[in-house]
């Protein structure tokens, strides 16, 4: 790369947990730029998860961090090209990339899901992922699998 690499920019923490994982989280949420939206719909998810919940000694922000470790992957494929092969070979990642994946699966599955609001959708995802179920948990087998499937090529790395 001719550029130098752009700096990472410091997050704000968000207005009721003071937390900056929720902020990056309300970020990935967010359409169009309607942050307070985003806020809105993440924080009526976490007080439907506190109504849901069956465990009384966490909170619903430990439920949801508790979700986004159950659904982060360790592991993922890359395409490399060797001799005219291309070859999927098995990598270890970054742990900012691997909070990022956990909450792009977590939002992208929320929505798929078929409920009334987007917070009652998330408020589910989070339930089940925190049970180590749900759709983006599966995302996050199949991507250890595949990574598990291509254990021979591993030797291709660089």
């Known amino acids: ?3 130098r690499q752009a700096k990472k920019r410091p997050l704000l923490p968000d207005p009721k947990f003071n ?3 929720v902020t990056r989280f309300v970020n990935n ?3 169009d730029g309607k942050k307070s939206t985003a ?3 993440f924080y009526d998810a976490l007080d439907i998860v506190e109504a849901k919940k069956q465990d009384a000694e966490k909170s619903a922000l430990e439920i949801w961090k508790d979700a986004l470790t159950n659904v982060m992957p360790h592991v993922e494929v890359r ?3 060797v001799g005219g092969a291309t070859f999927q070979i098995p990598m270890q990642i970054r742990p900012d990339r691997k909070i990022s994946y956990s909450m792009k699966w ?9 409920e009334k609001s987007m917070a009652g959708k998330l408020a ?3 339930l089940a992922a925190a049970k180590e179920e749900g759709a983006a948990v599966k995302k996050r087998m199949d991507t250890h699998k595949m990574a598990e499937a291509n254990k021979a090529f591993s030797h291709f790395r660089f």
């Not at 977590?106 to 078929?114: E, G, Q, T, W």
């Open 1 to 3: 790369m001719r550029k």
């Open 106 to 114: 977590m939002i992208l599955y929320a929505r798929k899901r078929n």
């Open 39 to 41: 806020f809105k719909v």
């Open 79 to 81: 395409s490399r090209r």
């Open 124 to 126: 589910s995802e989070i």
């Open 29 to 31: 949420l967010m359409w």
């Open 19 to 21: 937390d900056q994982l």
